[in-house]
């Protein structure tokens, strides 16, 4: 499985962006989709993640601003961004959870200028 990121770009304060990572192959078997990000300096962290369970799990930074979907039919996720701020910026990264572990896109980058 190969995942494919996009929609990233240039924002301003206060915009929105919507991110899609596709995944090419068939996906058998998955605990969890989700987006990670990580800025210049910093660690790698969970922005949004849909379990398997069906739960939805936020980074507090971005509850009631992003909103994380999935549409199966094509084996697509998404993450609306609304309301962005400079402390958003940083390259996001999609990542399955499958049967076989970790499968992560390459990368979108998002810049919020002020």
């Known amino acids: 499985v190969q995942l494919q990121a996009s929609g990233g770009g240039l924002v301003q304060a206060g915009g929105s962006l919507r991110l899609s990572c596709a995944a090419s192959?068939?996906?058998?078997?998955?605990?969890?989709m989700g987006w990670y990000r990580q800025a210049p300096g910093k660690q790698r962290e969970l922005v949004a993640r849909i379990t398997r369970g069906g739960s939805l799990n936020y980074a507090d930074s971005v509850k009631g601003r992003f909103t994380i979907s999935r549409d199966n039919a094509k084996n697509t996720i998404y993450l609306q961004m609304n309301s962005l701020k400079d402390e958003d910026t940083a390259v996001y990264y999609c990542?399955?959870?499958?049967?076989?572990?970790?499968?992560w896109g390459q990368g979108t980058l998002v810049t919020v200028s002020s």
């Open positions: 192959g068939t996906i058998f078997s998955w605990s969890s």
């Open positions: 990542n399955y959870n499958l049967i076989d572990g970790d499968h």
